[in-house]
C-alpha cells in the first residue's frame, strides 16, 4: 500500500521567503508528527498530531514555524521569513497511537 | 528526560565480519527502545524496537539487539556484514507511551568494505 508521501522532495528558498511542506499520512494513521534533520544530525521532534489536534508542538523552534492539520489528514508545515538556520531535511511520520511510526522520504529544505 | 548516546559515530566493518553499533539510553522510567536504518535517499526504516517485553530483541535483515538494565545499553549487532547493510543507523527512544513523540541519537555510519 501507499506509505506516507510528501512534496515538495526538494525545496530551494531565499533568505526572508516563506514555504510550505506538504505531508500526505497512511490512510486511517490519526497520529502525525514532523521531524527536523540537520545535516549529520538525529531527526529532532517538531510537533505532533492527534487528528486535527496539535497536541505538542514544544519542538518548534521558533513562532516562525507553524503546522496544521485542518481535516485530520494532509498536514502542511510552514517556515516564515526563511533563515538559513532552517536548512534541513523535514520528515514526516504517521502511526496508529501507540504504534510504529512510518516516515517519508523527506523534504529537503535550503534556505539561500 | 529521556536521551540517547550512540557511542561510535563511524564504523568499519569488512563483509562477513560481526557488526556491533553501541548506543546507552537514559530515561526516568521504563523505555521503549528502537533502531531505525537510514539509507541515501530514503526515508527512516524500523528495524527492531524493544518494548519491555523479551530483552533479545530480533529485528529485520539478521539484526538483533540486547537490552540491558544493568548497563543501560542496547547495542545492535549482526553476525555478517552484507555490502547492502551500509548506512546510518539511529538508536532511538520514546519521550512517553509508545507512539508519542521520538528521540532521535546522533547516529552511527557504518561502512561495509569487501
Known amino acids: 500500500g501507499a506509505g506516507v508521501s510528501q512534496s515538495p522532495r526538494y525545496k530551494v528558498a531565499k533568505r526572508g521567503q516563506d514555504v510550505a511542506l506538504r505531508c500526505d499520512p497512511i490512510?486511517?494513521?490519526?497520529?502525525l508528527f514532523w521531524y527536523q534533520q540537520a545535516l549529520g544530525q538525529g531527526p529532532e521532534f517538531l510537533t505532533y498530531?492527534?487528528?486535527?489536534?496539535?497536541?505538542?508542538k514544544s519542538g518548534l523552534p521558533s513562532d516562525r514555524f507553524f503546522a496544521e492539520r485542518p481535516e485530520g489528514s494532509v498536514s502542511t508545515l510552514k517556515i516564515q521569513r526563511t533563515q538559513q538556520e532552517d536548512s534541513a531535511v523535514y520528515l514526516c511520520?504517521?502511526?496508529?497511537?501507540?504504534?510504529?511510526?512510518?516516515f517519508g522520504p523527506g523534504t529537503r529544505l535550503t534556505v539561500t | 528526560a529521556q536521551s540517547v548516546t550512540q557511542l561510535d559515530s563511524h564504523v568499519s566493518v569488512s563483509e562477513g565480519t560481526p557488526v556491533l553499533l553501541r548506543c546507552n539510553y537514559s530515561?526516568?522510567?521504563?523505555?521503549?527502545l528502537f533502531w531505525y536504518v537510514q539509507h541515501p535517499n530514503k526515508g527512516l526504516q524500523l528495524l527492531l524496537k524493544?518494548?519491555?517485553?523479551?530483552?533479545l530483541v530480533k529485528g529485520i535483515n539478521g539484526f538483533e539487539a540486547e537490552f540491558k538494565k544493568s548497563e543501560t545499553s542496547f547495542h545492535l549487532t549482526k553476525p555478517s556484514a552484507h555490502m547492502s547493510d551500509a548506512a546510518e543507523y539511529f538508536c532511538?527512544?520514546?519521550?512517553?507511551?509508545?507512539?508519542?513523540?521520538?528521540?532521535f541519537g546522533k547516529g552511527t555510519t557504518l561502512s561495509v568494505s569487501s
Open positions: 511520520a504517521s502511526s496508529f497511537p501507540g504504534s510504529e511510526q512510518y
Open positions: 490512510s486511517g494513521h490519526v497520529s
Open positions: 498530531f492527534q487528528n486535527e489536534a496539535q497536541l505538542d
Open positions: 530515561s526516568s522510567y521504563s523505555p521503549s
Open positions: 524493544y518494548t519491555s517485553a523479551a530483552t
Open positions: 532511538v527512544v520514546t519521550g512517553g507511551q509508545a507512539g508519542t513523540a521520538l528521540i
